[in-house]
């Protein structure tokens, strides 16, 4: 009766919470973070193909988004140092706004130059503006993690990102489209980059989390970052606190999050390129990423969230690395369906919900494995971990969609890698099986590390 009584008093603290600015906040937040991704990604692709750019350059300049994977070297400074010019509105607000006003400019160069002046050039603004698109999000993870009160809250705040995330993916991967068929892609990315004060305005009224400021304040008081020991804890510190915590287990935690995202990854370059060769319009894709595949997003976001709260983390994790091998392999019956309007809402659909569900599965997951005092870098170290392998990996997908096509037509070479794609999620789902299994006799990993215990 107890555990019922306390169960009936998290839920309803968690439906009050509903109410506080920060989920407003934290939901505008993930709107900043998810609009750069695709800009220097997929969304960049399909204008250099309108430009009628190689599937193999296409494939190679997604390479820029290897700086995600790098994100945590920086880190630990950007835990441990106020942002410049910045400092007085708090550590992660000041790196916030720092990070938003710097991806600001890179996509107004990006619209002022276009693709006139050659790919180098391109591909240098595009990878700044990828460096500090991954600097917001050390940043950003870092406050929502540090900002939620308990458990429950973090899986309302991972939630909020979540969508605020999707909704910006919809806008820079679907609503970009109809703009660029209308007005032109140099000033569909202008537009992109004015909708980056959505950003500034969630650092400038977010609040400062109180516990991460008071153990920052001491560690500055104890070990000083430029002393050998304050060095030593900002940059060592986070990773053997992980792996103290963990044990060898941790090793395992870090090969499954490296292939959970490996499929999506590795589809990303070439599902504008695919759409485009397919003969679908700009206004079709847009229009149905934008109602369908909204629709699809909301629901998966929200049956990945319940399925963490009533089935745990893992079986969470296992369901949506299964939905995420089918949906991407799915694409493949659009290769024979042709510039069908209804298969591809139908695809859309299908992918947008495994893909959201997979993702709330995987963010709630990460951020329960962090320590206060190391957030930013620990979290930095897990995010950046499921892209080592998929970044590296969709360099080459332009090269592999056109090797496949080789004696085929150009869409059955589409269709053999779309399947191939998501055939690459089978090693994280035998490593989440294995994973499920390790820790059934051991205690949850959110009762010894999480920050908000």
């Avoid at 991967?173 to 703009?179: D, N």
């Avoid at 068929?181 to 980056?196: D, K, Q, T």
């Avoid at 560690?219 to 970052?225: F, I, N, Q, S």
Wanted: aromatic letters at 12%; proline letters at 3%.
């Amino acid at each position: 009766m107890a555990e019922v009584q306390v169960r009936a008093a998290r839920k309803t603290g968690v439906i009050a919470s509903l109410r506080q600015p920060k989920v407003a906040v934290m939901l505008m937040l993930g709107f900043s973070s998810g609009l750069p991704f695709f800009l220097t990604g997929n969304t960049l692709g399909y204008w250099m193909r309108d430009e009628g750019t190689a599937l193999t350059a296409i494939g190679f300049l997604s390479w820029v988004g290897l700086a995600y994977s790098l994100k945590f070297l920086w880190a630990p400074f950007i835990d441990r140092l106020d942002a410049p010019g910045f400092g007085r509105l708090g550590r992660r607000r000041g790196w916030m706004i720092v990070s938003q006003l710097l991806i600001t400019t890179g996509l107004l160069a990006i619209s002022a130059t276009g693709l006139k002046a050659g790919l180098a050039p391109l591909g240098i603004l595009a990878l700044i503006v990828a460096f500090s698109s991954s600097t917001q999000d050390i940043v950003v993870d870092a406050w929502r993690i540090e900002a939620a009160n308990d458990s429950d809250e973090l899986g309302l705040l991972s939630a909020a990102y979540q969508l605020g995330y999707r909704l910006a993916v919809l806008v820079s991967e679907a609503l970009i489209l109809i703009a660029a068929n209308h007005l032109g892609w140099r000033i569909s990315y202008a537009a992109m980059a004015a909708l980056m004060a959505v950003g500034l305005c969630a650092s400038l009224v977010a609040v400062e989390p109180l516990r991460a400021r008071k153990v920052f304040e001491s560690k500055a008081e104890t070990a000083p970052l430029w002393s050998a020991r304050g060095f030593f804890d900002a940059v060592i510190g986070p990773f053997t606190e992980f792996f103290r915590v963990y044990g060898w287990l941790a090793l395992l935690m870090l090969a499954m999050i490296s292939f959970y995202q490996l499929p999506e990854y590795m589809m990303g370059p070439m599902a504008n390129p695919f759409y485009h060769d397919l003969g679908l319009s700009k206004d079709a894709v847009g229009a149905v990423r934008a109602s369908v595949g909204l629709a699809a997003t909301l629901l998966g976001i929200a049956a990945g969230g319940f399925s963490a709260l009533r089935f745990g983390y893992i079986k969470t994790l296992i369901a949506g690395v299964i939905l995420k091998i089918l949906v991407i392999a799915n694409f493949a019956t659009m290769a024979y369906a042709g510039p069908d309007v209804r298969v591809f809402g139908a695809v859309i659909f299908a992918d947008n919900f495994g893909i959201g569900f997979a993702g709330v599965a995987l963010v709630t997951y990460m951020s329960s494995l962090t320590s206060l005092g190391y957030t930013a870098t620990q979290y930095a170290l897990l995010s950046s971990a499921y892209t080592y392998v998929g970044k590296f990996a969709k360099g080459f997908s332009g090269v592999m969609v056109e090797r496949l096509a080789a004696g085929r037509t150009l869409l059955e070479g589409y269709a053999l890698f779309f399947i191939g794609a998501g055939l690459l999620g089978i090693p994280a789902l035998i490593l989440c099986l294995l994973l499920a299994r390790t820790t059934k006799s051991r205690a949850a990993p959110s009762a010894s590390s999480t920050p908000v215990s």
